[in-house]
């Protein structure tokens, strides 16, 4: 009834939509619209929604090239490609407006399992999240769309050159902490972050500041000490990093320093203050299933590629294929 009063009739919001970028949109409609996205989020299981302008990121842009001249990234050498698009998002989407941001929780009920055992990252317990948040996504796109119309938009959760934290940051869902993860503070840091990049202008959140403080139980607890200072992480060192994303061997010197780590690293999260509020999720396809939980030491080194192809079939696991988690496991064993 709100947007009728303002144009009169649905068709002719539709065909406002339509031609949202070539019009300045009224602030009212602008916070109509921006409600009725985060109410959806919320219902569809996201726990927070941000909204942030699609601009160049000139802060971003500094660090991350910074970043990139040290070599900190390693062999993610996708890095490096399309940076601009990363930096800019009305790049990588024609007529970008404005950016969604949601959070979803995946901290797990259960994690004795792992106790005496190999280590696997908490975000893998379940079926893979690009599956699970993209489809969520798509589902609030859809709400969009039916209440406001037709909308040119892209759907992204860790799969594009989108710098996601910087966003999230931007949209008032927490910082960026000196661990170099988002942190919100009343839930911690283990959730998903995905975006939706619109061609709509859309009312946009604050950040709110930066609560690590003199804090730098992150920075201590790291065995690898690949966080070689407050928010910057040299990513060879980092446990994580070399377990999914390093194709290579393993740096026979950092041997004794992976903690039984297979799969992952969740370390600077676990110490964090303010992961004590973190609550555990409700998520059906994140629950481990029992064959992977009831997977001891003696399981994991005797572990075949049919066993792994069926285990993990529907896991983030996959990532770093049967040779790389075999490679993990002998390198600690």
Known sequence: MFLCALYGSRKIIVSKLKRVANIKMPENRKKYISEFIKKQAGELGFFQCGISKAEFMKYESEKINDWLKKGFHGEMFYMQNNLEKRLDPRLLHENAKSIISVLFNYFPEKTEFQKNNFIVSKYAFGKDYHFVIKN???????????????????????????????????????????????????????????????????????PYKNFCGNCTKCLDACPTKALIKPYTLDSRKCISYLTIENKENLPEELKEKFESQIFGCDICQDVCPFNRFSQKHSEPDFLPSDEFVNLRKEDWKNLTKEDFNRIFKKSAIKRTKFEGLKRNIDFIK
């Open 136 to 206: 969520k996504l798509k589902e609030l796109l859809k709400f969009i769309e039916d209440k406001f119309g037709k909308v040119s938009a892209r759907i992204f959760i860790d799969s594009a050159p989108v710098l996601e934290k910087a966003w999230a940051e931007r949209a008032g869902l927490g910082w960026i902490g000196k661990n170099t993860c988002l942190i919100n503070k009343n839930a911690g840091s283990f959730f998903f972050i995905g975006e939706i990049i619109i061609d709509i202008e859309l009312a946009y959140d604050k």
